[in-house]
């Protein structure tokens, strides 16, 4: 897939999207010595932002809008990467090398960035539409829920989350350190099902329950409640209807593949990427939560993550420039809810095995992955050092036994050593 390193290297380069990914693949091509323009475009008002405190201190307004700034216009155009923000792109010519944006107007390009992103899935439900269902992708999202939630404060109204996922949990722990009564509504047995151990799962029931969050797992919701304001209510597959006064979606996100697809590049749940981020058209790259990674098993993978936006973007500018930078490290994502901070690295799909390392009760502990007797990955919460560790022995492919990952006595460093 994608170009040889005798592909000639673009006399200009425009880049669609301007989020982590975006900038990230910017800044890379100048360090990696392009002196061509660049032109970074993004479809909000804002200058480039920090996503992952949306839901935490953004939404809790222990943070303003300029901490939330990763790039000013001015520090990019310090480093001649040229800045346009509200700009929608409508269609790409390939054969042109053009784009066609929404004001008519049309801006050629030589080498093309997508770092597109996704956007959350809606709620396909009846009333999934009314004012103060709100899902949190973007800065106007994380203020809109921030009015509603204060006013549910205000009123006494409970805010009801549905889906048990990381945004979905992240805003329920936000939204009760603020004073809100919160119900979660999760469709499967148990919380991030999809990505946590069951002991993990289990635990993190325990810390909302703990906090006063009122769980329902296996929940069914058939309607959204709504009248002249707004949401007034979520409606349950038995009829039961749960008060609302802001409803949080948090049931996962839909890559922004649309304009990719439409231009005839090939795409599955996302753009279809190798290892460099290339695409099968040698002049076009994509970076970020907008790809799809299709690796040497022909297996495909989907990572959102803010490493995964900086190092595919890193790889995406390199793979312009006629280099090859496959994005090889161990994934790693965090969530913070609460006082917990939980570091995830590698990925535990198709463990077997699980070992706990350290007291689950103390709140600092890990949960180590196997499939058989490799190590897939480690969850920590509030252990960063077992987290750090953890990135070492998969980045090296040593696996600890089970057996010695839950002896806290067992010095895991010495494996890597040897």
């Known amino acids: 897939m994608g170009m040889s390193a005798d592909t000639p290297i673009p006399d200009s380069v425009v880049i669609v999207g301007a989020g982590q990914a975006g900038v990230q693949s910017a800044e890379a091509l100048r360090s990696g010595g392009y002196s061509g323009p660049i032109s970074l475009l993004g479809d909000e008002p804002h200058s480039p932002y920090h996503r992952p405190p949306l839901s935490k201190a953004w939404l809790a307004g222990e943070m303003d809008a300029a901490q939330l700034v990763m790039r000013t216009p001015e520090m990019l155009a310090r480093k001649g990467i040229e800045l346009r923000t509200g ?26 960035v997508l770092t597109t992103g996704a956007t959350p899935r809606a709620l396909p439900l009846p009333g999934g539409d009314a004012d103060g269902v709100l899902p949190l992708r973007s800065r106007a999202d994380a203020s809109a829920m921030a009015v509603r939630m204060a006013a549910c404060i205000e009123k006494d109204l409970p805010v009801v989350v549905i889906g048990g996922g990381f945004i979905g949990l992240e805003v329920a722990a936000t939204a009760r350190k603020k004073g809100a009564h919160v119900t979660v509504l999760e469709a499967a047995p148990r919380l991030l099902g999809r990505v946590l151990a069951p002991v993990l799962s289990d635990w993190y029931a325990s810390l909302h329950r703990g906090h006063g969050v009122r769980l329902m797992l296996n929940a069914q919701v058939a309607a959204i409640e709504a009248d002249a304001t707004g949401v007034n209510g979520v409606r349950l597959a038995d009829g039961r209807i749960l008060p609302a006064g802001l409803v949080v979606v948090g049931i996962g996100v839909v890559a922004n593949d649309s304009l990719a697809h439409d231009a005839g590049l090939e795409c599955d749940r996302g753009i279809v990427v190798d290892a460099c981020g290339r ?91 196997f499939q058989g007797d490799r190590l897939l990955a480690v969850d920590s919460v509030n252990a960063a050092k077992d987290h750090l560790q953890a990135r070492r022995l998969l980045d090296t492919g040593v696996s600890p036994t089970p057996w010695q990952a839950g002896d806290g006595s067992f010095d895991l460093a010495q494996l890597i050593i040897r």
């Open 87 to 112: 700009v929608t792109v409508l269609r790409i010519d390939r054969a042109a090398k053009t784009l066609h944006l929404a004001d008519g107007t049309t801006l050629p390009y030589a080498g093309l």
């Open 279 to 369: 695409t099968r058209d040698p002049s076009i790259v994509a970076a970020g939560d907008c790809t799809a990674w299709r690796l040497p098993d022909d297996r495909l993978l989907r990572l959102e993550s803010v490493q995964n936006a900086t190092e595919q973007g890193k790889s995406a500018a390199a793979a312009l420039l006629g280099q090859e930078r496959p994005f090889t490290a161990t994934p790693w994502f965090w969530s913070d809810q609460y006082d917990r901070k939980l570091q995830m690295a590698g990925l535990s799909g198709g463990a077997d095995t699980w070992a706990v390392r350290g007291d689950m009760t103390s709140g600092s502990f890990s949960v180590y992955h």
